[in-house]
């Protein structure tokens, strides 16, 4: 009698609970749209991007805070235009929830506004650029990635603290190129023999690289995200000036980098947020999980990506599905709950991630003949802070 | 004084590498007026071609030899299979289905290698440096495709100028018809002539894989620059080809080098490190742009309609 009694309160408790849910969960679906470089030479970043996306909804059994789930992926086709086009398409023609991505600062700063004015959230994954940090900030931007500056900076007080000087400093003319030079130069205090701009997606650097052997600096600093580090990386120890100028680097050698460039990176320091090595549960699986399904080690591009999805994901459980509730998605993203891969992180008031930095070091393979690997050597930063935050009108 | 000749050599280097593209370019759209987007792929084919038995073989010299066949045997084809069909068309066809044939090339090499760049690297001989003179060392590697470049250059002028072949080659770019009329088989003539123009584009292609990086879509990139070294030289003409790649390859290089520290000298340093960089990536452009305005059909015009 007793157990028959159960049996049925557990029925009807179903039951209702599954007419409550089940009109919300028939009309709810969620829609994110997600813009990265799927054609020509860039496409090596946006392919682990669409991967850890990928990656990150198997992982959520395909269902983005419980509700079902279209994902549409656009390419930017690495022009600040196109990413426009493609953002506006996302919002107008598929009305999506929430757009994520982009790689490039310069399509970003196109790309950003255009989402956030339409009521958009705009999950950035990968590029940060200074004006969306400052003044530029909004309430719906969010990124999984970092500021532009931080890296450097983490780089620019690490040479400091070694006491370097006389430093050549190299990097692409756009608003990222930009944006880690002021970095570097805000925690590094020594000479600066010469500060060289090259255009974007630059192919041949001899000329530069001829400059650089002229001024005869005592290192070298760059920043020459892929495809451009292969060039660079190529060029600069083809023409004998690795024994020569040591040279560090940001987001140069890389996961991406290094199968190209193979012995060429040996030794290479670089400063990171995040490295494939970091042991945390999180990171551990998703290195695990994506070396098995695409046969190779995930980079940092794919690490923010998996991140972004998963802080959607917080965000659309904290508001039990109900996507019209903005606010109550803003306020749970500030908390950043989830586990990101870069293990605990909390937000500055301008959106943008407080957390760690590293510097990162290539070493050899664990087998003799395989490709070198990034391994972290020591914190350079905790709960590291970038400069614009002060300039961002937010507070919360 | 020495920064300068080094400065030279790179320009020169450069230039010699646009030349081997648009050598094929201009005798493609001079002979069988033909638009080809797709010549940055038949680069992309060489330098995956080369990689890859380079890889297989061990050897860097076979490497460049099978790839060089490969390359001719893949343009030949493609003129075959697709392109034979678009003589008669318009400019507009021709660029739509070119610009088809980058996207099938793009794809089918991601498909075969993936889309991530592969490994290629000078090989051991001809890495190092050669002192041409007290104070200029210049990497080997790049002062063999200087030689190689002006080497090809030299034989494109004998077999143009001296030869049966290169009679022909000149007639049909003069008049196609008479050429057809006087019974000379055009059809086979304008599969030897885009054979070789896509050979040598896979030559600039194998000669850059050890320096640039070898991925899909890596044509793309020198294929800007190649349209305005034949715009600059006059379409259709070889001399202006070689012409105009020395000019664009001297003017681009020189800028970057010199163009920042010649502007800090006249208005301020820090004025000079914003406009010197931007100036310096447009100049090519404004050059372009320039010879379009006085010599509207290039320095060095081939004759003919």
């Given at each position: 009698?007793?157990?028959?009694?159960?049996?049925?309160?557990?029925?009807?408790?179903?039951?209702?609970?599954?007419?409550?849910?089940?009109?919300?969960?028939?009309?709810?679906?969620?829609?994110?749209?997600?813009?990265?470089?799927?054609?020509?030479?860039?496409?090596?970043?946006?392919?682990?991007?669409?991967?850890?996306?990928?990656?990150?909804?198997?992982?959520?059994?395909?269902?983005?805070g419980?509700?079902?789930?279209?994902?549409i992926?656009?390419?930017?086709?690495?022009?600040?235009?196109?990413?426009?086009?493609?953002?506006?398409?996302?919002?107008?023609?598929?009305?999506?929830?929430?757009?994520?991505?982009?790689?490039?600062?310069?399509?970003?700063?196109?790309?950003?506004?255009?989402?956030?004015?339409?009521?958009?959230?705009?999950?950035?994954?990968?590029?940060?650029?200074?004006?969306?940090?400052?003044?530029?900030?909004?309430?719906?931007?969010?990124?999984?990635?970092?500021?532009?500056?931080?890296?450097?900076?983490?780089?620019?007080?690490?040479?400091?603290?070694q006491?370097?000087?006389?430093?050549?400093?190299?990097?692409?003319?756009?608003?990222?190129?930009?944006?880690?030079?002021?970095?570097?130069?805000?925690?590094?205090?020594?000479?600066?023999?010469?500060?060289?701009?090259?255009?974007?997606?630059?192919?041949?650097?001899?000329?530069?690289?001829s400059?650089?052997?002229?001024?005869?600096?005592?290192?070298?600093?760059?920043?020459?995200?892929?495809?451009?580090?292969?060039q660079?990386?190529?060029?600069?120890?083809?023409?004998?000036?690795?024994?020569?100028?040591?040279?560090?680097?940001?987001?140069?050698?890389?996961?991406?980098?290094?199968?190209?460039?193979?012995?060429?990176?040996?030794?290479?320091?670089?400063?990171?947020?995040?490295?494939?090595?970091?042991?945390?549960?999180?990171?551990?699986?998703?290195?695990?999980?994506?070396?098995?399904k695409?046969?190779?080690?995930?980079?940092?591009?794919?690490?923010?990506?998996?991140?972004?999805?998963?802080?959607?994901?917080?965000?659309?459980?904290?508001?039990?599905?109900?996507?019209?509730?903005?606010?109550?998605?803003?306020?749970?993203?500030?908390?950043a709950?989830?586990?990101?891969?870069?293990?605990?992180?909390?937000?500055?008031n301008?959106?943008?991630?407080i957390?760690?930095?590293?510097?990162l070091?290539?070493?050899?393979?664990?087998?003799?003949?395989?490709?070198?690997?990034?391994?972290?050597?020591?914190?350079?930063?905790?709960?590291?802070?970038?400069?614009?935050?002060?300039?961002?009108?937010?507070?919360? | 004084?020495?920064?300068?000749?080094?400065?030279?050599?790179?320009?020169?280097?450069?230039?010699?590498?646009?030349f081997?593209?648009?050598?094929?370019?201009?005798?493609?759209?001079?002979?069988m007026?033909?638009?080809?987007?797709?010549?940055?792929?038949?680069?992309?084919?060489?330098?995956?071609?080369?990689?890859?038995?380079?890889?297989?073989?061990?050897?860097?010299?076979?490497?460049?030899?099978?790839?060089?066949a490969?390359t001719?045997?893949?343009?030949?084809?493609?003129?075959?299979?697709?392109?034979?069909?678009?003589?008669?068309?318009?400019?507009?066809?021709?660029?739509?289905?070119?610009?088809?044939?980058?996207?099938?090339?793009?794809?089918?090499?991601?498909?075969?290698?993936?889309?991530?760049?592969?490994?290629?690297?000078?090989?051991?001989?001809?890495?190092?440096?050669?002192?041409?003179?007290?104070?200029?060392?210049?990497?080997?590697?790049?002062?063999?495709?200087?030689?190689?470049?002006?080497?090809?250059a030299?034989?494109?002028?004998?077999?143009?100028?001296?030869?049966?072949?290169?009679?022909?080659?000149?007639?049909?770019?003069?008049?196609?018809?008479?050429?057809?009329?006087?019974?000379?088989?055009?059809?086979?003539?304008?599969?030897?002539?885009?054979?070789?123009?896509?050979?040598?584009?896979?030559?600039?292609?194998?000669?850059?894989?050890?320096?640039?990086?070898?991925?899909?879509?890596?044509?793309?990139?020198?294929?800007?620059?190649?349209?305005?070294?034949?715009?600059?030289?006059?379409?259709?003409?070889?001399?202006?080809a070689?012409?105009?790649?020395?000019?664009?390859?001297?003017?681009?290089?020189?800028?970057?080098?010199?163009?920042?520290?010649?502007?800090s000298?006249?208005?301020?340093?820090?004025a000079?490190?914003?406009?010197?960089?931007a100036?310096?990536?447009?100049?090519?452009?404004?050059?372009?742009?320039?010879v379009?305005?006085?010599?509207?059909?290039?320095?060095?015009?081939?004759?003919?309609?």
């Open positions: 009698m007793r157990t028959k009694f159960q049996a049925l309160s557990v029925a009807v408790a179903l039951a209702f609970g599954l007419t409550a849910a089940g009109p919300a969960a028939a009309q709810q679906k969620v829609k994110i749209g997600f813009i990265t470089t799927l054609s020509g030479p860039a496409a090596t970043n946006g392919e682990p991007m669409r991967n850890s996306v990928e990656l990150a909804l198997d992982h959520l059994g395909r269902k983005v419980g509700l079902d789930t279209e994902i992926y656009g390419d930017d086709q690495f022009k600040p235009d196109v990413g426009k086009q493609v953002a506006d398409e996302m919002l107008k023609k598929h009305q999506v929830h929430f757009v994520a991505g982009i790689i490039w600062s310069n399509v970003m700063m196109a790309v950003a506004p255009t989402v956030t004015q339409a009521g958009t959230f705009m999950i950035g994954t990968n590029a940060g650029p200074s004006p969306l940090a400052g003044k530029g900030c909004h309430e719906l931007f969010f990124t999984t990635s970092w500021q532009n500056d931080q890296t450097p900076e983490a780089m620019g007080k690490y040479m400091q603290d006491g370097l000087t006389d430093v050549y400093v190299m990097a692409p003319n756009y608003q990222a190129g930009k944006d880690m030079l002021t970095g570097f130069k805000r925690y590094f205090k020594g000479r600066i023999v010469d500060e060289v701009y090259t255009r974007l997606g630059q192919l041949d650097y001899q000329a530069e690289l400059q650089l052997r002229a001024k005869n600096p005592k290192v070298v600093f760059v920043f020459y995200p892929a495809p451009m580090g292969i660079f990386l190529k060029q600069y120890s083809e023409a004998g000036l690795r024994g020569i100028y040591p040279l560090y680097s940001v987001y140069t050698v890389d996961e991406i980098t290094i199968p190209a460039v193979k012995h060429a990176a040996l030794g290479q320091l670089e400063t990171r947020y995040w490295g494939p090595d970091l042991k945390n549960p999180a990171n551990q699986k998703y290195v695990a999980d994506y070396q098995k695409y046969g190779k080690l995930p980079v940092f591009y794919g690490a923010q990506s998996y991140d972004g999805i998963m802080l959607i994901d917080s965000a659309v459980k904290a508001v039990k599905g109900n996507l019209a509730d903005k606010k109550g998605m803003i306020a749970a993203m500030r908390k709950n989830y586990n990101s891969l870069r293990g605990k992180y909390t937000y500055n301008n959106h943008f991630p957390q760690n930095f590293y510097l070091k290539a070493v050899a393979g664990p087998t003799p003949g395989s490709d070198p690997v990034m391994e972290i050597q020591k914190a350079v930063f905790t709960n590291h802070k970038d400069s614009y935050g002060k300039d961002c009108p937010m507070k919360w | 004084m020495i920064l300068v000749l080094e400065q030279i050599l790179n320009g020169l280097q450069l230039g010699v590498m646009l081997l593209m648009a050598a094929g370019l201009t005798l493609v759209f001079g002979i007026n033909l638009v080809n987007l797709a010549h940055g792929s038949l680069y992309m084919v060489g330098a995956y071609l080369a990689t890859w038995f380079y890889q297989a073989t061990g050897s860097f010299a076979l490497g460049v030899l099978l790839g060089l490969g001719l045997a893949v343009g030949v084809v493609v003129e075959v299979v697709a392109l034979r069909t678009l003589y008669q068309r318009d400019h507009l066809d021709q660029v739509l289905a070119t610009f088809g044939l980058i996207l099938f090339f793009n794809e089918l090499i991601a498909i075969l290698w993936g889309r991530a760049a592969i490994f290629s690297t000078v090989p051991e001989y001809l890495t190092g440096h050669v002192e041409l003179f007290a104070g200029l060392r210049y990497p080997l590697y790049r002062l063999v495709i200087i030689l190689t470049g002006l080497a090809v030299a034989g494109l002028w004998f077999v143009v100028t001296r030869t049966r072949l290169g009679m022909l080659i000149r007639a049909g770019a003069s008049n196609r018809t008479m050429v057809a009329a006087l019974g000379v088989n055009i059809r086979l003539l304008y599969t030897v002539v885009f054979g070789f123009g896509a050979a040598l584009a896979g030559l600039a292609g194998l000669l850059s894989g050890p320096i640039y990086a070898v991925q899909p879509g890596m044509g793309e990139l020198i294929l800007i620059q190649v349209f305005v070294v034949i715009v600059i030289g006059g379409i259709g003409s070889i001399r202006g070689l012409a105009g790649a020395l000019i664009v390859g001297m003017v681009d290089t020189l800028g970057r080098a010199f163009l920042k520290p010649m502007l000298t006249v208005i301020s340093p820090s000079a490190d914003t406009a010197g960089p100036m310096a990536s447009m100049l090519i452009y404004l050059l372009m742009a320039a379009l305005t006085f010599r509207p059909e290039g320095l060095f015009p081939s004759r003919g309609s």
